[in-house]
């Protein structure tokens, strides 16, 4: 006469939503993963960073600038930017952004514009 029906509460169907949203944002969001800075001479410093394939060659490259103007904040000194490069890795599915820079004080006479040049592919 009465049926056995399990009765699941709400909450139970929520919970597995937002499990499913934040297990697909995760798989779905990529990373950027950026080197310490290096030491190349004196001032002058140089950080890679890497965009895997969810996200966008600009991610790395702003990684990288962010890392190379912490640098320069960390010392008292301001960012002047040398060279980039830019190369696909991982069978081309990742980004590569590898950037030289200096920290120079402002009146040092090679903090100067820089001389931007194309990055190469």
């Known amino acids: 006469m009465y049926e056995n029906k399990q009765i699941r509460p709400k909450s139970e169907g929520?919970?597995?939503?937002?499990?499913?949203?934040?297990?697909?944002?995760?798989?779905?969001?990529?990373?950027?993963?950026?080197?310490?800075?290096?030491?190349?001479?004196?001032?002058t410093y140089t950080v890679s960073?890497?965009?895997d394939g969810y996200r966008t060659a600009a991610a790395?490259?702003?990684s990288a600038f962010?890392?190379?103007m912490k640098q320069c904040d960390a010392i008292g000194k301001k960012f002047m930017f040398v060279s980039?490069?830019?190369?696909?890795?991982r069978m081309n599915i990742d980004t590569?952004?590898?950037?030289?820079?200096?920290?120079?004080?402002?009146?040092?006479?090679?903090y100067l514009r820089p001389n931007v040049q194309p990055a190469q592919m």
């Open 14 to 43: 929520i919970v597995n939503r937002v499990l499913i949203y934040v297990i697909l944002a995760a798989v779905l969001g990529g990373c950027v993963s950026t080197t310490q800075v290096l030491t190349m001479g004196r001032d």
């Open 49 to 51: 960073a890497t965009a």
């Open 60 to 62: 790395a490259r702003e």
């Open 66 to 68: 962010e890392s190379g």
């Open 84 to 89: 980039e490069n830019t190369a696909r890795t």
């Open 96 to 110: 590569t952004v590898s950037i030289v820079f200096r920290c120079l004080s402002e009146s040092d006479p090679d």
